[in-house]
């Protein structure tokens, strides 16, 4: 079965500190992994896709990499307005039960001034 | 604005009633994603339709059921409704069916009593 891990659960980081959030992942076969972003009250919005290992994706201060097991959004000089939610997900290459995005718990992150 | 609509934004009800959330895709859109959001569980994947026609399910229980309409927007129906099922309901749209890059609704709040 596939499984999605995130760790750490919660990050609480000083403005300009940066650090990398871990998504661990066991699927059958990858089809993509996905990054979005959630903020208090809101719907998941989508950050990046990432399809093969050795793979990376910037946006602002976010780059996303991608191994065969695992896959850091790595946050450089954060600012308060990055705290969110991080949600990684796995979309597996079995098409028989769908195409449907298996998500992990999330990192909550914290940026203070 | 991920520009899916979702109504209502809030429902409390008692056990053992059945309710109905609503959900306007983006413009365009065919596919339609149904997630559930608790805070123990995560974002788990309830079902999806495209154009009409189911195309994926995941863990959804019986007691819930969820259609597109010709218009493509989708409900979802909840019955014999219990505790458990206190949560938050996101929609979500695609133009594709087999894609994992996702418009988010920002979610029908149930609250079971």
């Known amino acids: 079965e596939d499984q999605v891990t995130q760790s750490p659960e919660a990050l609480r980081l000083q403005e300009g500190e940066s650090s990398s959030l871990n998504c661990s992942y066991t699927?059958?076969?990858?089809?993509?992994l996905f990054w979005y972003r959630q903020d208090p009250g809101k719907g998941p919005e989508f950050l990046f896709t990432l399809y093969s290992a050795g793979e990376e994706k910037e946006k602002e201060r976010l780059k996303a990499t991608l191994t065969k097991k695992e896959s850091f959004l790595h946050i450089t000089a954060p600012k308060p307005e990055d705290s969110a939610t991080y949600l990684c997900?796995?979309?597996?290459?079995?098409?028989?039960?769908?195409?449907?995005?298996?998500f992990g718990k999330g990192t909550s992150l914290l940026v203070t001034p | 604005d991920s520009g899916v609509t979702q109504t209502p934004k809030h429902l409390i009800t008692a056990t053992g009633q059945r309710v109905t959330l609503r959900c306007s895709p983006r413009?365009?859109?065919?596919?339609v994603y149904w997630y559930q959001q608790s805070l123990d569980q995560g974002l788990q994947f309830l079902i999806q339709?495209?154009?009409?026609?189911?195309?994926a399910k995941g863990n959804i229980l019986e007691r819930f059921s969820a259609q597109q309409f010709p218009d493509l927007h989708s409900e979802l129906n909840l019955s014999s409704l219990e505790l458990g099922d206190s949560a938050l309901y996101f929609c979500?749209?695609?133009?594709?069916?087999?894609?994992?890059?996702?418009?988010f609704g920002e979610g029908s709040r149930l609250t079971v009593l």
């Open positions: 997900a796995v979309q597996a290459e079995d098409s028989n039960s769908g195409y449907a995005l298996n």
């Open positions: 413009s365009g859109d065919l596919s």
């Open positions: 979500a749209s695609s133009s594709r069916w087999d894609t994992g890059e996702l418009f």
């Open positions: 339709y495209y154009n009409g026609e189911e195309r």
């Open positions: 699927v059958s076969g990858l089809r993509g």
